[in-house]
């Protein structure tokens, strides 16, 4: 991720609505990618990861894509909650020459998401 | 659920005090990390150990600041002295170098220097 901190993002959806975050992310040799959730007093919680051998991938209620052409990065969030609100970060770190060791995560600015009801 | 346990969850200290924070990771995580945020930077790495080796601590001021791994089950961050401006929350993640789930961060310290 771009850390350049903070005017973070925010992003505001009524509750039932579909959220997308984006992200942008400068390392071309990046292979994992991370969503995390970071609600207020507490420490960034995984949802959902990616390796850069796939475009998409999908949990529950949320879906990661990915576009390593333009390095971009995007979570969305089907029928967003007020649980949802927080702030969500992208990570990203790259592999090692053998392909089963990754390195440290780089973390963008962040997204605080608000979930009206 | 396995956690990542960080402690103390709070420290006040005043300018110039030693700071020590603990993080005990998962069990069998080898990968570990120690993250510093704060409003105007987000969140920074400080420094990562791997099988308990520090592989990257550019991030810290090393002056300052010392991270170790005295087993695989501890890990501290030392400031000595402290200062007004390293007041921030200080998050410990753990995970394996495979990347597998990610890597699971706990509650952080918030240490406030005055």
């Known amino acids: 991720g771009e850390s350049v901190g903070l005017h973070l993002p925010t992003l505001s959806v009524q509750e039932g609505d579909n959220s997308i975050i984006n992200c942008a992310y400068s390392n071309s040799a990046s292979d994992y990618f991370i969503w995390y959730k970071q609600e207020s007093g507490k420490g960034p919680q995984f949802i959902i990861d990616i390796r850069s051998n796939m475009d998409k991938r999908q949990g529950q209620r949320v879906t990661v894509l990915l576009n390593k052409t333009v390095k971009h990065l995007s979570l969305q969030i089907a029928a967003t909650q007020p649980g949802d609100s927080a702030v969500y970060f992208c990570?990203?770190?790259?592999?090692?020459?053998?392909?089963?060791?990754?390195?440290?995560?780089?973390f963008g600015q962040g997204t605080i998401l608000t979930v009206h009801p | 659920d396995a956690r990542v346990t960080q402690t103390p969850r709070h420290k006040v200290t005043e300018m110039g005090q030693e700071v020590t924070m603990r993080c005990q990771p998962i069990?069998?995580?080898?990968?570990v990390f120690w993250y510093r945020q704060t409003m105007m930077q987000g969140l920074e790495l400080l420094a990562y150990?791997?099988?308990?080796?520090?592989?990257?601590d550019s991030g810290m001021p090393k002056d300052r600041f010392s991270a170790e791994m005295p087993d695989a089950t501890l890990a501290t961050l030392k400031i000595q002295p402290s200062e007004p401006r390293d007041s921030a929350v200080y998050f410990c993640?753990?995970?394996?170098?495979?990347?597998?789930?990610?890597?699971?961060f706990g509650s952080g310290t918030r240490l406030t220097v005055v």
């Open positions: 150990f791997r099988n308990r080796a520090p592989l990257d």
């Open positions: 069990l069998g995580h080898n990968t």
């Open positions: 990570a990203d770190t790259d592999v090692n020459a053998g392909g089963t060791s990754y390195g440290k995560l780089t």
């Open positions: 993640a753990s995970g394996l170098e495979q990347g597998v789930d990610g890597y699971t």
